[in-house]
């Protein structure tokens, strides 16, 4: 039977623009925040294993091996460290790679770190470096990207489910409620409906980035990192922990394909909806049982579609439940309760693993008063790579 | 000659401007910011929420801020041509200022915009505002820009496709050192400044009575921790 494995720290930077500061040092500063929330600092150099989640340091940054970059800055020689880069979803395959590890009994004590500078480089360069990611021939050279993906899926979902601006407003409204009380988010503002959707100035103050899509249902673009030291719960070592484990009860990933004009139905993201089946049958449970979910809303529409996906609601209907206000802080459903990629912000290779700390700072009952969730039992997050053609679910249990 | 008297010789001449008209905008979070014309009384409270930026070197808030100064005090002391200021307030407190000169009945010469408070595109609003005063109230056929920052650089430049002067020096030479200058056009400005500037006028009596005395920021997101 493998091992069952739990989160025992966690560290976050404050998200923003540390672009004055190597990446390997930020990823550092949330390291070392991670092994003091353990307790384990001082016993760094016996973690069995390091991974570290980054998409593309060598672009943005012009550095590469920053695993090995980290080791040194936190002076943990020899631990082996190991990079994996899996676009935007970095941060969640790591923590399953972690999860792997664990499980299979290479490791009792694995340290996961993820991180990016986005903004040594302007926005307009970290959109270009951020679309590497699509399909070279058909895509990425036609002069796509990320925000003109995510427009055209928005599109197509309005006119097919009756969604409207006002509706992707609301959810922003939602998420920077959220993200105004975490001390972590970049974009710690709330915003109002009148400002960004009904008032006369809202196309001014909410311009289009790529129509329909606004300012306020774009992530910012942000620098930032995240950690997580996961144990097996079951090895005599879990007991030299500062704090109890938040129990990994399901992580998953899956892929569709890589070119979205490959798949029969663009708006339905099978790789989402896989990678939720799978982790609710590794966790024994369904979408009924989840308490919060953290959910990849680079594009708010990918909030709601991927809600859709995991089955929190039914396909096309998930902004009706917005309006009802059921995924606020205090809903039947509370999603993004760090704010989201939204107002929390989106440093690409740090997302899942910051994530994935939302869902831990939930379980213990840590987070601000004013966004924490009421007695929760099951988190849940989904990092979505790709424009979804690579994606994993993660959900964390307090026991 | 009196020293006063002496002092008015040194001054340059002036044109009468037009007024610029107050204007409200109701930013993202919701607070409503006035945005009005500075009055020289005002420098005091001008001067003290610039100065404290001009020791951040993130984002070039150093030269902008010290500049600012200078240009503010260049206003005050009737040392610069027809210069005019602007300020953006929330319940009184400065979000951000800019500066500007109104040249001559054809041109304009944008200085500084200083945002203080970030994240609600306070400085995107204030710039539009300046050029608004430039062309649409002054008049003026176009307006020269340069930018300190890469921000300015990719707000004013590239967003408003700036026309890019910078071949014609010296014949064309901004006054901020003859950086690579840019021009925004009559027909530039007309082209965006539908999705570039807003705001309601009039504004009520009770919205100008909350920007009537202007209040110097407590706190700075550019200094953490900051105490005045």
């Known amino acids: 039977m493998a091992a069952r494995v739990g989160i025992v720290g966690i560290g976050h930077t404050r998200f923003g623009n540390s672009s004055e500061y190597d990446l390997a040092d930020v990823m550092a500063y949330a390291a070392t925040d991670a092994l003091r929330d353990a307790g384990y600092l001082a016993q760094r150099k016996e973690i069995d294993q390091v991974f570290v989640a980054n998409m593309a340091s060598g672009m943005f940054c012009h550095q590469s091996a920053v695993a090995s970059a980290l080791i040194s800055r936190m002076d943990m020689e020899p631990v082996p460290a190991e990079l994996i880069e899996n676009g935007p979803a970095s941060g969640a395959s790591a923590v399953k790679i972690a999860y792997m590890a664990i499980a299979s009994g290479m490791a009792d004590v694995v340290l996961v770190v993820g991180g990016e500078i986005m903004r040594k480089v302007t926005g307009w360069n970290a959109t270009d470096i951020v679309a590497t990611m699509l399909d070279t021939e058909t895509e990425y050279n036609m002069g796509l990207t990320l925000p003109g993906f995510g427009g055209m899926f928005t599109r197509m979902y309005m006119e097919k489910y009756g969604l409207t601006e006002r509706d992707l407003a609301l959810v922003a409204v939602k998420s920077h409620d959220n993200g105004a009380k975490n001390k972590y988010a970049h974009v710690q503002a709330t915003c109002t409906i009148e400002a960004i959707s009904d008032g006369p100035e809202a196309d001014v103050v909410n311009n289009y980035i790529a129509e329909p899509l606004r300012m306020y249902s774009t992530c910012p673009v942000t620098d930032g990192a995240a950690a997580l030291l996961l144990v097996n719960m079951d090895s005599p070592r879990a007991k030299q922990f500062a704090k109890k484990p938040i129990r990994v009860a399901g992580v998953a990933s899956a892929t569709d394909t890589h070119c979205v004009h490959n798949r029969k139905d663009p708006l339905q993201l099978n790789a989402v909806r896989i990678a939720g089946e799978k982790a609710y049958k590794m966790a024994g449970l369904g979408p009924k049982d989840i308490s919060f979910a953290e959910l990849h809303d680079a594009f708010v529409i990918l909030e709601l579609a991927i809600s859709e996906e995991l089955g929190f609601f039914e396909r096309g209907k998930s902004f009706l439940a917005v309006r009802n206000g059921e995924t606020r802080i205090d809903g039947k459903l509370p999603i993004n309760t760090s704010g989201g990629l939204k107002s929390k912000g989106h440093p690409v290779g740090a997302t899942g693993v910051s994530q994935v700390v939302e869902l831990v700072r939930q379980l213990r009952g840590e987070a601000e008063p004013g966004r924490q969730v009421k007695d929760p039992k099951y988190g849940m997050s989904v990092n979505f790579g790709g424009f979804g053609n690579n994606v994993a679910a993660v959900i964390c249990a307090k026991d | ?228």
């Open chain 2, 1 to 228: 000659m009196a020293i006063d008297e002496m002092e008015k010789t040194l001054r340059p001449p002036e044109i009468a401007l037009k007024p610029y008209p107050s204007k409200l905008i109701t930013l993202a979070s919701g607070e409503k910011m006035v945005v009005r014309e500075a009055k020289r009384e005002e420098i005091g409270v001008l001067l003290g929420t610039v100065y404290p930026l001009i020791g951040v070197p993130t984002d070039y808030y150093d030269i902008v801020a010290a500049r600012m100064y200078s240009e503010l005090l260049g206003w005050y002391r009737y040392r610069v041509a027809n210069e005019f200021v602007l300020v953006g307030a929330i319940n009184g407190v400065i979000a951000g200022i800019v500066t500007s000169r109104h040249v001559s009945a054809k041109l304009g010469m944008s200085l500084h915009t200083m945002t203080i408070k970030r994240g609600l595109r306070v400085g995107a609003q204030l710039f539009a505002a300046k050029m608004e005063h430039h062309i649409d109230v002054l008049g003026e056929d176009e307006v020269w820009v340069v930018a300190e920052s890469p921000n300015g650089f990719k707000r004013w430049m590239i967003e408003y496709q700036m026309e890019d002067r910078s071949a014609k020096y010296p014949d064309v030479r901004h006054e901020l050192g003859g950086v690579p200058t840019f021009s925004l056009t009559k027909k530039l400005w007309d082209a965006v400044k539908a999705v570039k500037c807003t705001g309601s006028r009039p504004v009520s009596d009770a919205d100008l009575k909350s920007a009537e005395k202007l209040i110097m920021p407590s706190e700075y997101p550019q200094l953490p921790g900051f105490k005045r």
